[in-house]
């Protein structure tokens, strides 16, 4: 039975695709093994995406599992390919990771606009105004394997290549790339990079894994419809549901805030489940170029 590493902390980071600097919509919250509240981590004028990752790249507290809400590859597995047809696509995350860094290298505050406008990799993107490469797919397009198994689960989720709407995760997974890019040698990913061996103690390895705040909310008893949460009395009801202690206020609360306070608690009543870090459908090769969103069974 795999035993899962031990951790002291939970920081849960609601990420965001927007163009700019800084943006209201990046929320960081942490938990923490003592059990109390879930604590927001914030800015006067809200996080850049630099400063999350210099806050995980420099100042991680050890011991600290990560979850952070974006999609960390592209679909593979439905087509061998995350690019088909075009002789630069990758043949893993890590090497995705740096082909998007790479061409977008010019492009501030960790945008991703270059690659989505790049002639080969635009093909693959349904993009806004009315602009779907031949290469998407139609319909909903292409999902990962953990995609499939969360609309299982009860679910909506959105493909990586979708660009478009206010649901879509696409320009969050792209400008999340960039950064996992940059963690490289500096945080492993699960599951591209293999959990820490042993159980470990409090204060040791940390690890970053892909989060869909959707699964916490579900799990707190709430349904993917009713997900998002603009109240202290929901989040504090989804909480308690979690066996959380409650945060401090009352009244209106943007859902950035409440997706990350939920899913921090979220993190540190499931971390220690071994059957989570082992889903049934995770292959080695899936692993290595889709990877997972942690809690998908």
Not at 45 to 61: F, H, I, N, T
Not at 210 to 218: D, S, V
Not at 279 to 294: D, M, N, S, V, Y
């Amino acid at each position: 039975m795999l035993t899962p590493p031990r951790f002291s902390r939970f920081i849960a980071v609601d990420w965001s695709g927007a163009v700019g600097e800084r943006h209201r919509a990046i929320a960081v919250a942490m938990a923490d093994d003592t059990g109390g509240p879930p604590v927001l981590v914030k800015r006067d004028k809200g996080w850049s995406r630099a400063e999350v990752l210099a806050l995980l790249r420099d100042d991680l507290p050890p011991g600290t599992l990560v979850g952070l809400d974006l999609g960390i590859a592209l679909p593979f597995a439905d087509r061998g390919a995350y690019f088909p047809g075009w002789e630069q696509s990758p043949r893993t995350a890590p090497a995705l990771w740096q082909l998007v860094d790479d061409i977008c290298a010019s492009d501030p505050h960790l945008a991703a606009t270059t690659l989505v406008d790049h002639p080969e990799a635009s093909r693959h993107f349904r993009r806004h105004g009315g602009r779907e490469g031949d290469a998407f797919g139609g319909g909903r397009g292409r999902f990962r394997v953990a995609e499939l198994v969360q609309e299982v689960q009860g679910c909506k989720p959105y493909s990586n290549f979708n660009l478009v709407g206010a649901a879509q995760v696409g320009k969050s997974s792209l400008t999340g790339m960039r950064m996992l890019h940059r963690l490289r040698g500096h945080l492993p990913v699960w599951p591209i990079d293999p959990l820490p061996s042993g159980p470990g103690a409090a204060g040791g390895s940390s690890l970053v894994v892909e989060i869909y705040t959707t699964i916490a909310a579900i799990a707190a008893g709430r349904s993917a419809g009713r997900s998002k949460m603009r109240r202290v009395e929901e989040l504090n009801a989804a909480l308690a549901n979690l066996g959380s202690p409650p945060v401090t206020g009352s009244g209106a609360i943007d859902d950035h805030s409440t997706d990350a306070l939920l899913t921090a608690a979220w993190l540190r009543t499931r971390a220690d489940r071994p059957e989570l870090w082992k889903p049934a459908r995770l292959t080695p090769q899936i692993a290595q170029t889709e990877g997972w969103t942690f809690g998908v069974m």
